[in-house]
């Protein structure tokens, strides 16, 4: 593990490089009070290879979350990569804002550095 933050009281970001990709790990909850640190965790990623932001453990994101993951699909282009459970909230909240459009989507980490 490369690194924890804390992103306000219920939510930890973890840095970690695996396999050549950084990823940050997203536990706990992104709401408006947390956005800001997330979008900072976000903005630490390195400038070149793969960034896989794993929402896997992430139990609730609200629409300042999902505006956080517009803004680096935008700075991280195709490098980006984005890991949600199927059929989770976060899962269908994703989809109906259409991230899904715009940056790559998996169900884990290891189908997001394939």
């Known amino acids: 593990m490369q690194g924890a933050s804390s992103v306000g009281l219920a939510t930890l970001v973890v840095h970690d490089v695996e396999e050549g990709a950084h990823v940050?790990?997203?536990?706990?909850?992104i709401d408006v009070y947390t956005a800001p640190?997330?979008?900072?965790?976000?903005?630490?990623?390195?400038?070149?290879?793969?960034?896989?932001v794993d929402l896997t453990p992430c139990r609730y994101m609200d629409s300042s979350g999902f505006h956080v993951l517009w803004r680096a699909a935008k700075a991280y282009g195709d490098r980006l990569r984005i890991a949600v459970v199927p059929g989770t909230g976060v899962n269908r909240?994703?989809?109906?804002?259409?991230?899904?459009?715009?940056?790559?989507?998996?169900?884990?980490?290891?189908?997001a550095r394939k």
């Open 24 to 29: 940050l790990h997203v536990v706990g909850e």
């Open 93 to 111: 909240v994703l989809h109906l804002m259409q991230l899904d459009s715009v940056t790559r989507v998996f169900p884990s980490v290891d189908e």
């Open 37 to 52: 640190e997330f979008e900072a965790e976000v903005a630490k990623a390195p400038s070149a290879g793969l960034v896989i």
